[in-house]
């Protein structure tokens, strides 16, 4: 049995599917409730647009996907938060010194994806399944590591646009986040698979597949026991 973090409608529909897949929702890093305060800005209330963009901590490459989209939205009416898993954060606030840009190491995704319009990302599963639950369509731009599978999925379903790429331009960066804002089709279809996601509790799921696995395995046992015996 094969546990599958998604959910069928993230999923092409395909002849070939083993029949021991199981899809149990997104399948997420466990965050504790420690009582913090959320994190929030004061400009999130200023601006009626949200931009947030990031590359996750693996890619420190600052030129492929943030300074592209700081250089396109610079100065304007569309905030853009940006978190850089601290690769060049000092050095990014001091070339993009704009009330309308936000720069931090790190900001709990849980409290800024609420706020926003476009999730700008090279395509990390984890941050996708995040921006689908909170209703976020994307633009994705990345083509290593597996991103261009899950980019394609993004782009296939119209949960946004995929630029297939892993360097895209100011020009396209600016164009695509300019369309999936204009266009409902990417917030309405973020919006059905998130409701598809919320029928499939990851935890509970996991739990009850592996009592199954483990109770098949007990039954069988003896007869796998007496073999290696004898």
Excluded at 6 to 30: C, H
Aim: a negative charge; aromatic letters at 10%; charged letters at 20%.
């Amino acid at each position: 049995m094969v546990f599958q973090s998604g959910t069928p409608g993230f999923e092409y529909q395909r002849s070939d599917m083993s029949s021991n897949i199981r899809f149990v929702g997104a399948l997420l890093p466990y965050a504790p409730n420690l009582n913090k305060t959320p994190w929030f800005n004061e400009r999130l209330n200023k601006f009626e647009k949200v931009v947030l963009v990031t590359q996750g901590t693996v890619e420190t490459n600052v030129e492929k996907i943030l300074v592209p989209t700081l250089q396109a939205f610079k100065g304007t009416d569309v905030l853009v938060v940006v978190t850089t898993g601290g690769s060049g954060t000092e050095e990014l606030k001091k070339r993009f010194q704009f009330d309308n840009i936000i720069i931090e190491d790190f900001i709990p995704f849980a409290d800024i994806m609420p706020y926003a319009d476009v999730y700008v990302t090279n395509g990390g599963y984890g941050g996708v399944l995040l921006a689908i639950e909170n209703e976020l369509p994307l633009v994705v731009a990345g083509v290593h590591e597996g991103k261009n599978e899950i980019n394609a999925r993004v782009g296939y379903f119209k949960l946004g646009i995929n630029l297939r790429t892993e360097t895209p331009t100011t020009e396209q960066i600016k164009q695509a986040v300019t369309n999936v804002i204009g266009d409902p089709v990417y917030k309405t279809n973020t919006i059905k698979l998130a409701e598809e996601f919320a029928n499939y509790n990851a935890n509970k799921l996991c739990a009850a597949y592996i009592e199954e696995i483990l109770t098949t395995q007990d039954r069988r046992w003896p007869a796998v026991k007496e073999q290696l015996i004898y």
